[in-house]
């Protein structure tokens, strides 16, 4: 089994990628009084131009892949991606595409 | 909000019994539990600077890999509930209050994750050959044209059927591996662009174990010798902390 984190010397690619998956998207969400948090369509951004050299292909990849059904099923997949985004939408005032949160 | 160059913030990483002791960080304790915790410059962690720097990629990687770097030596000696990446306040007495008024939360997840470890699984499927096991072999007696159209035919069936047989194969592999686990989730596989890889990944999977169990990996090697001809590999990554299995999200606030 491998090390699930080699942290100087920098962790491969697609083990990069396991990490981020884990740290930016599970953990337990606090939400409440904080004066300092990061809403969750921010990480939605963030996550697109983290993992993807540019924009374009962000697009092309879709932003719901950490999102919706693991098993490629659609129509769930896109009624839990829908919810979400109508959730992140009441949540931060936005809506979705306006990626600078103005 | 108004923010100084020298004032801190108090970045909390996750949840351990007030008894753990961790080296590099801080506890913040509150009766019988308490935060990992890191005092942070709001120069760099404050709301606008913060902004800015999830964008730098660098920066980003950087402080996301801290975060799992401490949660990781954390888990290796402690029950620990990982806290999601980006959790900042203003006070030390503000965490103190998370830990006053989320206890009960984190009581229980402390008690799922005791004593087990997150396992990652992740298959993948060389879908030209899988595909190419559902097609059936043209027959020898046809024309060339009608061979040809028939071959056509029977590709683009394969390839419809692949895909709902794929998404039946995802779920049995991991209802497999999920009655060796305590608990199990299936996220949504990586894309290709990220994975970098030529095979599909089918299933991308979390589970958790007693520690020191073996029968998931002896599972994941038992489905690898029956299905490695269909051309499914499997691929074990962790012990992992418990990330996968402290969301308390649902019909909370």
């Given at each position: 089994m491998s090390s699930a984190l080699q942290h100087r010397g920098g962790p491969a690619p697609a083990q990069l990628a396991d990490v981020l998956e884990r740290v930016l998207d599970k953990g337990i969400v606090i939400a409440g009084d904080i004066q300092i948090n990061l809403l969750d369509i921010e990480l939605l951004t963030v996550k697109l131009r983290l993992l993807v050299a540019s924009a374009d292909k962000a697009r092309e990849m879709g932003i719901d892949w950490w999102e919706g059904d693991a098993f490629l099923s659609r129509r769930s997949g896109d009624r839990a991606l829908e919810d979400r985004l109508r959730r992140l939408e009441q949540k931060a005032g936005l809506k979705p595409s306006d990626e600078d949160g103005r | 909000m108004s923010e100084t160059a020298t004032a801190t913030g108090w970045y909390v990483f996750g949840i351990v019994e007030a008894g753990a002791r961790v080296d590099g960080v801080e506890l913040v304790r509150n009766g019988d539990l308490a935060a990992i915790v890191s005092q942070v410059d709001l120069a760099e962690f404050g709301h606008e600077a913060l902004r800015e720097r999830l964008n730098d990629r660098a920066w980003l990687e950087d402080t996301a890999l801290r975060h799992a770097d401490v949660l990781q030596r954390v888990a290796a000696e402690h029950a620990v509930v990982p806290l999601r990446?980006?959790?900042?306040?203003?006070?030390r007495s503000d965490v103190t209050g998370l830990l006053e008024t989320r206890g009960d939360d984190f009581r229980a997840a402390l008690e799922h994750v005791r004593d087990r470890v997150e396992l990652g699984v992740k298959v993948w499927i060389d879908r030209a050959r899988f595909e190419h096991s559902l097609a059936d072999a043209p027959e020898h007696e046809e024309s060339a044209g009608r061979a040809y159209m028939l071959r056509k035919q029977n590709e683009q069936r394969a390839a419809a059927e692949a895909a709902e047989r794929l998404a039946q194969l995802a779920q049995g592999l991991h209802a497999q591996l999920s009655a060796l686990a305590v608990d199990a989730v299936a996220n949504r596989p990586q894309p290709r662009e990220l994975t970098g890889?030529?095979?599909?990944?089918l299933l991308n999977a979390a589970y958790l174990v007693p520690?020191?169990?073996?029968r998931l990996e002896a599972g994941v090697a038992g489905l690898q010798a029956a299905y490695a001809e269909l051309g499914v590999s499997f691929e074990i990554t962790g012990p992992w902390p418990p990330h996968n299995f402290v969301d308390t999200r649902d019909g909370r606030p």
């Open positions: - | 990446f980006g959790t900042i306040y203003d006070e890889r030529d095979e599909t990944m520690r020191g169990d073996t």
